[in-house]
């Protein structure tokens, strides 16, 4: 899945790490999300990870 989720956190200044925390998604999937090895995500988990980072979904996730 594509997305912008190591872009908008760098910017932030967080550390994936820190984003699992704030989200309560584990780092794993966090990691698999930036490096797109993972295809299947809940709209949960999405919700959860956008909320984290101060943003909406479709600003951080999208399709090919």
Same mark, same amino acid.
């Given at each position: 899945?594509?997305?912008?989720?190591?872009?908008?956190? =760098?910017?932030?200044?967080?550390?994936?790490?820190?984003?699992? *925390? +704030?989200?309560?998604?584990?780092?794993?999937?966090?990691?698999?999300?930036?490096? =797109?090895?993972?295809?299947?995500?809940?709209?949960?988990?999405? *919700? +959860?990870?956008?909320?984290?980072?101060?943003?909406?979904?479709?600003?951080?996730?999208?399709?090919?």
């Amino acid at each position: 899945m594509k997305n912008r989720v190591k872009e908008i956190r =760098e910017e932030l200044g967080m550390s994936q790490e820190e984003l699992s *925390e +704030k989200s309560r998604v584990s780092r794993t999937t966090i990691s698999g999300l930036e490096n =797109e090895t993972i295809d299947v995500i809940t709209n949960i988990t999405l *919700e +959860k990870i956008a909320g984290a980072l101060g943003k909406k979904v479709p600003e951080v996730f999208f399709q090919d």
